[in-house]
């Protein structure tokens, strides 16, 4: 009987959009400040992949335990720990991450003969525009550049920009600007906002931190220092 034996096995790279959360000290106030943000919006991280990093603070073995229980009783899961020192970890802990980078699908390769040069690939585009709105329970998730929307994002559904948002239709869902962090000058636009949630850079408002006059018309919001600005497009 002969065996067949396969010159290549294909590995493919798939990314998810995570949340990062970076308690600070003192943890115990944090906590109480995260529950007073749930309890605004308690679907927030609802089937979200979290990542906790503890770089800001110093937690023993048990105290990042106790942690990371506290979370999944607020219905917070956590996927991986970062800027934890190795020696803490145990089973009972989600694994230790260093940093999230982009995947991309991959090939293990039985070497045959001298190695091919890859071809050149095409630059990454900065923007999305999207021709059709956005459904309820859809995520759109594009970290490279800005995205344009040219219908309305409904209820229940999310925009995930690396860039600035722009919707030229109603907004109803959530969107979130700056997504990596490092882009301050991320804005959101949108010609009429009825939105659950903005968020840029990671600072966000609620449904109910947006001002009653503002809602029904045109809107830009932007990220000032730490606080997220809204205000009327006229």
């Known amino acids: 009987m002969s065996t067949i034996t396969k010159n290549s096995m294909r590995l493919i790279g798939r990314s998810y959009m995570a949340f990062a959360l970076t308690p600070e000290a003192p943890v115990a106030d944090w ?26 603070v110093r937690l023993s073995r048990a105290g990042i335990e106790h942690l990371v229980a506290g979370l999944l009783e607020r219905k917070v899961r956590v996927m991986g720990l970062e800027g934890v020192d190795p020696s803490k970890l145990g089973p009972s802990l989600p ?54 929307v040219l219908g309305s994002v409904a209820s229940g559904a999310e925009i995930v920009a690396g860039g600035s948002i722009h919707i030229y239709g109603t907004l109803r869902g959530r969107a979130m600007a700056g997504s990596l962090g490092n882009n301050p000058d991320a804005r959101i ?33 932007w990220l000032d220092g730490t606080e997220l600005k809204i205000t009327a497009l006229q």
């Open 95 to 148: 694994p230790l991450l260093h940093g999230g980078r982009a995947a991309a699908a991959a090939e293990i390769v039985k070497k045959t003969g001298p190695a091919e040069k890859p071809a050149p690939s095409s630059p990454r585009p900065t923007s999305l525009l999207l021709n059709e709105p956005v459904r309820s329970g859809q995520s759109i998730v594009f970290p490279e550049g800005d995205i344009s």
């Open 189 to 221: 636009f949108c010609q009429k906002i009825e939105a659950e949630l903005l968020a840029i850079g990671g600072y966000y408002r609620t449904a109910d931190e947006i001002d009653d006059t503002l809602r029904g018309g045109a809107m830009q919001a």
């Open 31 to 56: 906590l109480a400040d995260l529950d007073v943000r749930l309890a605004r919006a308690p679907e927030f991280f609802a089937d979200r992949a979290v990542v906790l990093d503890l770089t800001s």
